[in-house]
């Protein structure tokens, strides 16, 4: 069974302070990670998907990275406006185009 | 650019009555999704479909949820007779079969069932 984990729960960081989310996962074949961001009482928003180890993407103050157990999202030098829940998710390759498994996600407070 | 929309935003039921949701996906998606956000987690999959057709439900799926995506666009989403249990916020997502994977939201749907 796909199962992700991510750490840490929560993190609180002051503005430029910057640290990395970690998401571990277990997949019989990955098709793909994905990273969302949510707001409170808003759905996911997509951020990143990442097919092989190795692979790195960016998008303005985030950047994420890839292994073949786990998958970290750096954030450098983050402001206010990057709180937010960051939520992992896997989809196997076996299980075609299909669901997708997420961890819990890290809340993230950005402190001015 | 229209992404996925969801209706309505907000649901307060009481126990045992029955309740449905709409979603609309992006318009050149034929792929749509339904999943259950409790506080604290991440969405849980429910059920996808393909087009019309129903690929695939999860076991959190029980006999009172039904799903429906009758001319391969909008989707409903009914549950019947409604417990305390089924608060939550249902997601729909949608995606291409030829794409690259990545699943878009809506909003989401808050059911609190009183």
């Known amino acids: 069974e796909d199962q992700v984990t991510q750490s840490p729960e929560a993190l609180r960081l002051q503005e430029g302070e910057s640290s990395s989310l970690n998401c571990s996962y277990t997949?019989?074949?990955?098709?793909?990670l994905f990273w969302y961001r949510q707001d409170p009482g808003k759905g996911p928003e997509f951020l990143f998907t990442?097919?092989?180890a190795g692979e790195e993407k960016e998008k303005e103050r985030l950047k994420a990275t890839l292994t073949k157990k786990e998958s970290f999202l750096h954030i450098t030098a983050p402001k206010p406006e990057d709180s937010a829940t960051y939520l992992c998710?896997?989809?196997?390759?076996?299980?075609?185009?299909?669901?997708?498994?997420f961890g819990k996600g890290t809340r993230l407070s950005v402190i001015a | 650019d229209t992404g996925v929309s969801q209706d309505p935003r907000h649901k307060i039921t009481k126990r045992g009555q029955n309740v449905t949701f709409r979603c609309d996906p992006i318009?050149?998606?034929?792929?749509l999704y339904w999943y259950r956000q409790t506080l604290g987690q991440g969405p849980e999959f429910l059920t996808y479909?393909?087009?019309?057709?129903?690929?695939?439900k999860s076991r959190l799926l029980s006999d009172r949820f039904s799903a429906e995506r009758p001319k391969g666009s909008f989707s409903t989403l009914e549950i019947q007779r409604t417990e305390q249990g089924d608060s939550a916020m249902y997601l729909c997502?949608?995606?291409?079969?030829?794409?690259?994977?990545?699943?878009?939201f809506g909003p989401g749907t808050r059911l609190t069932v009183t």
């Open positions: 990442l097919y092989s």
């Open positions: 479909f393909q087009n019309e057709a129903q690929l695939e």
């Open positions: 318009s050149e998606h034929n792929r």
């Open positions: 997949v019989s074949g990955l098709r793909g």
């Open positions: 997502a949608s995606s291409l079969v030829q794409g690259t994977g990545e699943q878009y």
């Open positions: 998710a896997v989809q196997g390759l076996y299980s075609g185009n299909t669901p997708l498994v």
